[in-house]
Structure formats: C-alpha cells, structure tokens
C-alpha cells in the first residue's frame, strides 16, 4: 500500500514576509501504481523565494526541468531588472525622452501585455509607476512629501509608452518617465517556466515565484493541487490562511497591503501605489485572482487599487475570477470562484 503524507509549505519572500499562500501537496512513494513521484526544489530567484515542484517517473527528466525553469528565470531577471544597470528595462528608462530602444521579444512582449492591462483597468495597473516607486521607501518607512509626489506623477502614465512592434523597440516620451514591471514580472516569469518545463516532458507540477502560482493538470492521485490563500489581517498562528483554492492547469496571484508595508500614526502605507494619486491605495486588503495565466493574474491583481465593484466589472468583462477582501475582513468574490473556493473559518 502505498502511503500519503500531507506535506504543507509555506512560500515566504527572501525578507521573510509572507506573500500570502500556501501550498499543501501530498508527497507519493515511488511504490505508486503509475511510478509517478513528486519532486519540488526551492532557490532564491526574480528577487524572491521560487519553488518548483514536478511531477516524474525519473529523477533525471525532473532536474533537467527544474535546472531549466530556474536559467530561464535568471535570463528574464537580467533582461527586465527596474534596479540593474545593465537591463534592457533600464536601457528604456535611460533613454528616456531622447530615443526609441530596440529590445529583445520577450521585453516586448511582457511590454505589450502590461500596456493591456492598464488600457483594461484604465490606468490602475501602470507600469511607469517606476520614479513613483523609488520615492517611497517602504523598509526605510519614509513617507514622501506631497510636493515630490506630484512631481513624479507629472512623469507617470502608460500612454507615454510608444511600442513599434515591427522594429521591436519601445520609447518612453516623457524625459525622467521608467517602466518598473514588478507588477507583471514574476507572473510573466511564471507562464515561461511553465512553457519550459512542457518543453521538458513534464505535464504535471506547480510552480511558486513570490506570490505567483500556477499549476500543469492535476497530481499523480488524479486530485487537484490546493492552494491556500492568506488572511491579509492575520491576528495569530491558527488564522494564517483564510481560504483554499482547488487549482489544474490554472493561475492565482494575490497582491495585498500586508505584504510589504509599515505602519505611522495608525496609517498603513504599504507598496500598491495607486498611479493617479501617487499614495498607496486604500481600496481593499487584498485581492486574489484566478485565471488562465499568471500574466493576467499577476497584472490584474492590481484591480486592488480600483476596488471590488470596478474590479468585478473587469474581471466578468475579461472572464477571470477574483476575491476582494476589504480591510475589515469583508468579502466579495465573482460568480465563477463561489464553488471553488473552501473558506477555513466563518
């Protein structure tokens, strides 16, 4: 008889913030009918903690897999950095105001996507937030003064990004302007490993990067991986998750203000900037979304700063499902999550 353990790992950032989600998977003996087993590897990469997790007859196809899935994350790392000097996004960023900057298709490509997701959330996911962004100083808990604010916000927008598809090149109009992707990024990365592990042989597994999720067809016992999604007002030990989410061949992302944050004089100030304001969103405590990718997932989880009835709308329009949670605890789901969803707690 072959025996089951449920073996529950929690995915925390490099800081060691939680980022809000937990993976049970059970871990089956080789001893299984199909010789099937599961094989799951953690390194830091893209700038946080990533797991891989795959499912093999052989030990040598899954760390061929994972040994790929991590090069690649490496190779988009030094491609789309905001704080490398050597990126193709700083090159855009450098250029800024002076010249197009011919790029490679997957910084094109992620560049497309991201200008999508602003023009579908009119403008509350943008990815030139960037000088927005190195204003405020979350760890160093630095407030700016509302004067640079709106300096910056005079650079901020994502109609200033001009795309030539054909010459592959992007040009940022507004001299000072930057495109930071760390709202796309590690979902982007995500649908590429998933891609590589494919390419690899492998059709079953789930992949962490941060926050990001994203799961190939179902576990060697013919179950769904379960994912659990955190309380983003987490009080104690035994209130950590607030619900599980079944997942095959699906993606989840949550972005939440619990993530990286501070608090002064009663105020949370956390990092999910609203572009319009320049000052963090007070919409909701976070927002979960499940969808068919993680590069939608990862972008549209920044319905958090249109709030829950905006952000319904979206999310029925473009036919993915998402969670607000408010900051008292209150919660609003699209139709679609209703019956797959299990809450741990009333």
Same mark, same amino acid.
């Given at each position: 008889?072959?025996?089951?353990?449920?073996?529950? !790992?929690?995915?925390?950032?490099?800081?060691?913030?939680?980022?809000?989600?937990?993976?049970?998977?059970?871990?089956?003996?080789? =001893?299984?009918?199909?010789?099937?087993?599961?094989?799951?590897?953690?390194?830091?990469?893209?700038?946080?903690?990533?797991?891989?997790?795959? #499912?093999?007859?052989?030990?040598?196809?899954?760390? $061929?897999?994972?040994?790929?899935?991590?090069?690649?994350?490496?190779?988009?790392?030094?491609? /789309?950095?905001?704080?490398?000097?050597?990126?193709?996004?700083?090159?855009?960023?450098?250029?800024?105001?002076?010249?197009?900057?011919? #790029?490679?298709?997957?910084? /094109?490509?992620?560049?497309? $996507?991201?200008?999508?997701?602003?023009?579908?959330? %009119?403008?509350?996911?943008? &990815?030139?937030?960037?000088?927005? #962004?190195?204003?405020?100083?979350?760890?160093?808990?630095? !407030?700016?003064?509302?004067?640079?604010?709106?300096?910056?916000?005079?650079?901020?927008?994502?109609?200033?990004?001009?795309?030539?598809?054909?010459? @592959?090149?992007?040009?940022?109009?507004?001299?000072?302007?930057?495109?930071?992707?760390?709202?796309?990024?590690?979902?982007?990365?995500?649908?590429?490993?998933?891609?590589?592990?494919?390419?690899?042989? !492998?059709?079953?597994?789930?992949?962490? &990067?941060?926050?990001? !999720?994203?799961?190939?067809?179902? $576990?060697? %016992?013919?179950?769904?991986?379960?994912?659990?999604?955190?309380?983003?007002?987490?009080?104690?030990?035994?209130?950590?998750?607030?619900?599980?989410?079944?997942?095959?061949? $699906?993606?989840? @992302?949550?972005?939440?203000?619990?993530?990286?944050?501070?608090?002064?004089?009663?105020?949370?100030?956390?990092? /999910?900037?609203?572009?319009?304001?320049?000052?963090?969103?007070?919409? =909701?405590?976070?927002?979960?979304?499940?969808?068919?990718?993680?590069?939608?997932?990862?972008?549209?989880?920044? /319905?958090?700063?249109?709030?829950?009835?905006?952000?319904?709308? &979206?999310?029925?329009?473009?036919?993915?499902?998402?969670?607000?949670?408010? =900051?008292?605890?209150?919660?609003?789901?699209?139709?679609?999550?209703?019956?797959?969803?299990?809450?741990?707690?009333?």
């Amino acid at each position: 008889m072959p025996m089951n353990l449920k073996l529950t !790992i929690t995915i925390k950032s490099i800081s060691s913030m939680a980022i809000g989600l937990l993976l049970a998977l059970p871990f089956l003996f080789s =001893c299984s009918s199909s010789s099937e087993r599961i094989f799951k590897e953690t390194r830091p990469s893209m700038y946080t903690i990533v797991s891989i997790t795959v #499912v093999s007859r052989t030990d040598d196809q899954a760390q $061929k897999a994972i040994n790929a899935s991590y090069a690649e994350l490496d190779r988009l790392a030094a491609l /789309l950095n905001f704080y490398s000097n050597t990126s193709e996004i700083s090159a855009i960023n450098q250029y800024a105001g002076e010249k197009p900057v011919k #790029v490679s298709g997957d910084t /094109l490509d992620i560049i497309v $996507k991201a200008v999508y997701a602003s023009d579908m959330t %009119d403008g509350a996911f943008d &990815v030139t937030v960037g000088p927005l #962004v190195k204003l405020w100083d979350i760890q160093n808990k630095v !407030i700016p003064d509302q004067k640079s604010i709106e300096e910056r916000l005079k650079i901020v927008g994502y109609k200033s990004i001009v795309l030539d598809k054909a010459a @592959s090149t992007v040009f940022l109009k507004l001299k000072g302007a930057q495109i930071d992707l760390g709202g796309i990024i590690k979902g982007y990365a995500v649908d590429k490993v998933v891609e590589v592990l494919r390419q690899n042989g !492998i059709r079953s597994g789930i992949v962490a &990067v941060g926050g990001e !999720i994203r799961s190939l067809g179902k $576990k060697p %016992d013919g179950t769904s991986w379960v994912v659990g999604v955190q309380n983003p007002r987490q009080k104690g030990t035994d209130d950590e998750v607030i619900a599980t989410v079944e997942l095959s061949d $699906k993606a989840l @992302s949550t972005s939440g203000d619990y993530i990286r944050y501070f608090e002064k004089d009663g105020v949370r100030y956390h990092h /999910l900037l609203d572009p319009k304001t320049g000052y963090p969103s007070r919409q =909701c405590g976070s927002v979960t979304i499940v969808a068919e990718d993680n590069t939608t997932a990862d972008s549209f989880s920044k /319905l958090f700063v249109l709030g829950p009835e905006k952000g319904l709308a &979206v999310a029925k329009k473009l036919g993915f499902d998402v969670m607000f949670i408010d =900051c008292k605890g209150k919660i609003v789901m699209s139709d679609g999550l209703k019956d797959k969803i299990r809450f741990t707690r009333n």
